[in-house]
Structures are given as structure tokens and as C-alpha cells.
């Protein structure tokens, strides 16, 4: 069992939705990142993404555009974002997954990307520009490192699709709530919400939702019918612009509104 | 080691191509890829194609024999392909017709765009005001500078054309804007690709639009010459004149196809995906050579033509590159614009940037060429657009 696997499976226990909180490698700078995943994790953080930035992020709105954009001024890479880990890895043990795309992975090799995540303790990754089609193999060098690579639905996924992909689904499975990009805006959640409670037919693999994820209110809609929440450009934003204090402060708000609502 | 991204089959020209896309997009390229099945060999939709492309773009466009160019040479035969004399002035014309022609059958209502010199947003302009369809254009905000012609031209036609300032503010990042575009209002908008680049069945269908180029030229050059070309010579920045010029001489591989990358300034300003330093990888949906960095970010091209500076380039020609089935090389812009000064006064045609490549490669294909030889380069757009940028570039103020 991997350490998501295992956090995934307390949160079921006790209960509670799971908070996922995604933060740019190296942005603002890598100290910043670095300390911002520690200071999540005590605010009610269960998992974190960490973002490998790449210059042509296409799933991603302007938030984490900008982020990544700084994140490679400050020469983040492939290898310094398992350094970033590794630092992390010093005083946390919170489970950690990867969220970066293909190219980048490429470049360094896709298989020693996983060989090298894994022994630096991360969990698994999210390829956002790789659909199941073209996974195959990627699903394969996974599964014999017991690395996760985490499978998508949308509110227009169908239920062909989704019997395919949730028959390959391991990690969890990360819900896109509307049909655009990352980013704050307003969102009605219950489409995804009828697609996670119909996949729950094919799989038992945790459900998370996320994109468009701006407050105590879009938090616990989009839990309603998930196992976990993905916040990233809520986070991240406030990052960027220095008010570190007040990203955690918002981490821990949604940990009280989801507590106080599901728990 | 494996390459997780080296696939055959479906969607892939080789190892190259596929569907590197977000989820969301897929449900819209699955949706695309059963209508372009459904249509590409639907006789009623081809003739409705062929009608446009006839009567509104009017094709089939000439074959001209440049008797001055030749003489200039005094080699090979030279014959132009005359996209330029098309309806809003490039070969770009064919394929937005034919793209917002499925638009249609398949019920959407808005169609989404990006370009770089604005050939391809006026060409997606044009046939949206043609077929009463809402339009947004997306342009790097330098190329809005660039080309504020054009920028005026697709406001004239009715479309929105919306600045790019993210990233590098051009067209990679016009591009990652339109898909970001397209994946928010995926059920009613379709999205106009300009050229053979981006996910599987994008580079397919381009080359099918486009493919009548090269059947022209067959036909053309067996009524005027009773026989065909050994050399084809297209410019290339995603590959889409090219692909249409060379795709009906596949199955000639003893004519030689010759592509003409964006040179640039010197090794590290350039377009040369092909011919240069760019090694396979993964941007806008498809595996393709790449210019990029060691880390794989992705490096703005460079080239004095808007046209050709995208970083990509179609998935089919890193095929034909690695196959030899093509010749990739490439010219600078200097070497380019005497191009363009070459075409003017020796036969009185503007050639668009783009095109002045494949024109100024003469000087490097010519000498090697007989003179019982024939040679057809493709005259892919006019150059109009171009007359402003050309003078500063030569130092003459015409502001």
C-alpha cells in the first residue's frame, strides 16, 4: 500500500473529505514552495500536487500560467522538483504526487522519472495532457513500481468511457468540475457529481474534484459526492502575490467548512 | 530505454502524431474524429466542399509558367503554384473552408482560432462571416502589433479577435489560448486549426483540405507538359502547404520534395524544427519535433515571417524526415527577403514572407537542376500583409 493509498484509507475510517492542495515547485520561489506544503500539511492538507512547470501548460489558466512561468525563471526542472521533495521529505511525510506534462517528463525519462519519484518518496502523477489513449505504456511502467498515475473524468465523460478508465484507475481518480481550464469561477459542481456517483459503479478507487475550487462554499459543493477536494490556483495565487499567511488561512478554512459539514 | 511517447496506429504518421490532449478536449476530438469519418468520403459534403473552393476561393488556382525566373536561372523550368491568387490572398482559404464546413454538419455555432501573421484568422473570419457563425480569433499581442492590417481585416468580418499576452505573447501561446478557449465551451464551438499541426484527426484533415494543391499540380502539369514535376519546393512553419503539395506525389518518390524552414537570424533565432535543433517531443497534442530546451520547455522560434515562427511542426513531416521522404532545410531572413525582392521585379508577384523562402531556396536548389527538368515551388499567399514589415526591415519609412 502506498502512502496515499493508506491516507485515502484513514480519511475513509474517520470519516472526513480530504483536502489536495497543489503548489508550483520553485514559485514564488523554492523556499516559499517548499515551506508553503510543510504549513498546508498543519492546515489541513491530507495530500499534495506538486507542480512541474513547463512553459506551455495547456490545461492550466492564468494562475498557475504565472506560476509556472516564475517557477522556470527560477530554473526549476524535472530534477530540482525531486530535490524539492526530497527537502520536504526531511520534515514530512504528508503523500505526494506529482502534477506536471509529458514533455518535461520526456525529456528526462519517463521511467527513470518514476524510478526517481518513487525513491524520493512521491506516490504517483498527473499527466494532464495525456488522455487513456495514450497511456498504455505509461499505466505499465507505473504499475510495476506500484507508482500511480492517476485517470481524469469530466462531466462529459460517458458511461463507455468511463468503464475503461476506471478500469485502470489506481491512486485516484481526479474529477474536472467544468468543462474549461484551472482557475477560480463559479461552478455548478453537480454535474461532476453525477459522473463520480455513476463511476462509483466501475471502482473503488477514491474520487477527487477539482478546477474552480475558490472558497468554503465551491469546497463543499464539490465534495458532496467525492472522496477528496484539489485546490490549486486558490492557493497558489495568494502565493504569488506574498500573502502566504492568508493561503493558509484558506487551507485551514476549508478544512473547518468540510469538517464542520461532512464529518 | 522506452519512449513512452513513440506509438504506431491510429492517428500516428510513424511514431509521430497522436492525442496528447487534457480529457476534457478528448471528449471534443472523439465527437470531431466520428464526424470527420462520417464526412470525409460523403460525396454531398465533398461536392459542397469542391463548390466553395471553386466558386468562393477560386480554384483551381494557375500553374504558371515564371519564364523570367527561369531565365534567371537558366536551369530547371520553373513553374509557381499559385495559392496566392486565392480568395483573401493564401492557401489558408481550403482548409477553413472545409473545417467550418463540418463545423456546420455538426450543429456548432461558434468557431475558435489562432493565428500568428493572420492569414489563418482572416481565412477562419472569412468563412464564419460566410456561414453566420460567431468567431474569436487568438493572436499574440506582438503579432496584433505585427500585423494590424490583418487585426482590422477579421474585425471587419465580424470576429473577436482577443490580444495574447501570456507566455511569450505569440503564436504557441495563441495557440495554447484557443484549445484553453475551446476546452471551456466545448459543446457549441469548434475549433479551426490553421495548420497540419495538434492532436489526431487535426493533421489528417488539414492535409485532406489542403491536398488539392498537389492534385492540381498533377493535373495541370500533365495538360501543359504532358508530364510531372521531379522537383516540389514549399515553405513550412506547422506544415500545411507543404503537406497539401506533397501528399497526391507520395506516391512519386522520385520527385523530390523540398521544405523550407523559417532560418531566421543565425543558429539560435530561428524556425528550423526540422532542420535544426529540434529533437521529437510533445506540444499542442501531437509528438513532433520540437524546438526545446534540455528540461523540455518548449523555445519561442523565431522567424521574419509570423507565418513560420511555431516552435512544432506536423506530425507527417517529422515522418518524412526521419523516412527521407522530404528534404527539410531552410533559409534566413535576409536570404528571404531577397526572395521576396527577387519575385517582384523579375515577374511583378508580391510573394507573401512565408512564400519568399521557398522562393529564395531556389538559389540553392537550382544549380543542382537541368534544364529539361521542371521545378514547381508553391506560391502559398500574396504578400500585401508583408509590404509594411519589408520596408523597415530594408530601411525605407513608408509610415
Known amino acids: ?104 517528463l520526456l525529456s528526462y525519462g519517463f521511467e527513470k522519472f518514476v524510478a526517481d519519484s518513487k525513491s524520493v518518496g512521491m506516490d504517483g502523477v498527473i499527466l494532464p495532457d495525456v488522455p487513456h489513449e495514450e497511456s498504455e505504456v505509461m499505466r505499465k511502467i507505473c504499475a510495476e513500481k506500484d507508482f500511480h498515475l492517476m485517470e481524469f473524468l469530466t462531466p462529459l465523460t460517458t458511461p463507455e468511457r468511463m468503464k475503461e478508465t476506471c478500469s485502470s484507475a489506481n491512486g485516484f481518480i481526479y474529477g474536472v468540475s467544468n468543462t474549461g481550464v484551472t482557475g477560480v469561477k463559479k461552478i455548478d459542481f453537480s454535474k461532476i457529481n453525477s459522473v463520480i456517483e455513476k463511476a462509483r459503479e466501475f471502482t473503488k478507487t477514491p474520487m477527487a474534484v477539482g478546477f474552480g475550487i475558490g472558497g468554503t462554499e465551491s469546497a463543499i459543493d464539490a465534495a458532496e459526492a467525492a472522496d477528496a477536494i484539489i485546490i490549486g490556483s486558490a492557493v497558489v495565487s495568494r502565493l504569488m502575490d506574498g500573502r502566504f499567511d492568508d493561503a493558509m488561512k484558506f487551507v485551514s478554512d476549508i478544512r473547518q467548512a468540510l469538517d464542520k459539514k461532512y464529518s | 530505454m522506452i519512449n513512452v511517447a513513440e506509438k504506431t496506429g491510429k492517428g500516428r504518421f510513424g511514431v509521430y502524431g497522436g492525442q496528447y490532449v487534457p480529457e476534457l478536449a478528448m471528449h471534443a476530438l472523439i465527437e470531431l474524429e466520428e464526424a470527420y469519418e462520417k464526412f470525409h468520403n460523403d460525396p454531398e459534403f465533398l461536392a459542397e466542399f469542391k463548390k466553395y473552393l471553386r466558386e468562393y476561393a477560386g480554384r483551381p488556382s494557375n500553374l504558371y509558367f515564371a519564364e523570367k525566373l527561369t531565365r534567371h536561372y537558366g536551369r530547371a523550368k520553373i513553374f509557381l503554384k499559385r495559392e496566392d491568387l486565392l480568395h483573401t490572398g493564401a492557401h489558408k482559404i481550403n482548409n477553413a473552408l472545409g473545417q467550418a464546413l463540418l463545423a456546420k454538419r455538426m450543429g456548432k455555432s461558434k468557431v475558435v482560432a489562432e493565428t500568428g501573421a493572420g492569414q489563418h484568422g482572416v481565412a477562419t473570419a472569412t468563412v464564419a462571416a460566410l456561414f453566420d457563425m460567431e468567431c474569436h480569433i487568438f493572436m499574440g499581442k506582438e503579432d496584433t502589433e505585427r500585423q494590424k492590417l490583418n487585426v482590422f481585416r477579421m474585425k471587419l468580418l465580424g470576429a473577436e479577435v482577443v490580444p495574447v499576452t501570456s507566455g511569450t505573447a505569440t503564436l504557441k501561446d495563441a495557440t495554447s489560448e484557443a484549445i484553453r478557449f475551446w476546452a471551456s465551451n466545448i459543446t457549441d464551438t469548434y475549433y479551426v486549426i490553421g495548420s497540419a499541426v495538434g492532436p489526431h484527426p487535426y493533421p489528417l484533415m488539414v492535409r485532406d483540405f489542403q491536398k488539392v494543391i498537389g492534385e492540381e499540380v498533377r493535373q495541370q502539369s500533365m495538360e501543359k507538359l504532358g508530364r510531372l514535376p521531379n522537383y516540389l519546393v514549399a515553405c ?110 523579375t515577374e511583378g508577384i508580391i510573394p507573401a514572407m512565408e512564400s519568399s523562402h ?42
Do not use: W
Not at chain 1, 475510517?13 to 504549513?39: C, H, Q
Not at chain 1, 507542480?51 to 492550466?60: E, K, N, Q, R, Y
Not at chain 2, 531552410?330 to 531577397?338: L, S
Not at chain 2, 500583409?385 to 525605407?396: F, I, R, S, T
Open chain 2, 236 to 345: 513550412i512553419g506547422g506544415g500545411s502547404n507543404s503537406i497539401g503539395l506533397f501528399h497526391d506525389f507520395m506516391k512519386n518518390p522520385e520527385i523530390k520534395k523540398f521544405g523550407v524552414e523559417g532560418g531566421g537570424i543565425d543558429d539560435s533565432k530561428n524556425a528550423r524544427s526540422l532542420s535544426g535543433t529540434g529533437r521529437p517531443g510533445i506540444l499542442h497534442g501531437a509528438y513532433s519535433y520540437l524546438l526545446q530546451t534540455p528540461d523540455g520547455q518548449v523555445i519561442e522560434a523565431y522567424s521574419i515571417s509570423a507565418g513560420l515562427d511555431y516552435p512544432g511542426i506536423g506530425p507527417e513531416h517529422s515522418y518524412f524526415k526521419d523516412t527521407g521522404a522530404a528534404t527539410y532545410d531552410f533559409v534566413t531572413d535576409a536570404e528571404a527577403i531577397a526572395g521576396f525582392q527577387l519575385l517582384s521585379k
Open chain 1, 1 to 104: 500500500m502506498t502512502n496515499l493509498e493508506k491516507k485515502f484509507a484513514e480519511l475513509k475510517s474517520a470519516n472526513r473529505k480530504g483536502i489536495i492542495i497543489y503548489i508550483t515547485a520553485g514559485a514564488p520561489d523554492v523556499e516559499t514552495s517548499i515551506r508553503a506544503v510543510l504549513e498546508a500539511e498543519k492546515n489541513g492538507a491530507d495530500v499534495i500536487e506538486i507542480g512541474i512547470p513547463f512553459s506551455d501548460p495547456m490545461a492550466d489558466g492564468p494562475v498557475i500560467l504565472k506560476s509556472s512561468t516564475a517557477a522556470i525563471r527560477n530554473g526549476m526542472t524535472v530534477a530540482g522538483v525531486l530535490e524539492v521533495v526530497k527537502k520536504i521529505r526531511e520534515k514530512s511525510q504528508i503523500p505526494i504526487v506529482a502534477m506536471g506534462y509529458i514533455n518535461n
Open chain 2, 358 to 399: 521557398a522562393i529564395a531556396y531556389l538559389e540553392k536548389l537550382m544549380p543542382k537542376t537541368r534544364e529539361d527538368e521542371i521545378v514547381v515551388v508553391c506560391l502559398s499567399g500574396r504578400g500585401d500583409k508583408d509590404v509594411a514589415h519589408v520596408a523597415k526591415y530594408l530601411g525605407e519609412n513608408i509610415e
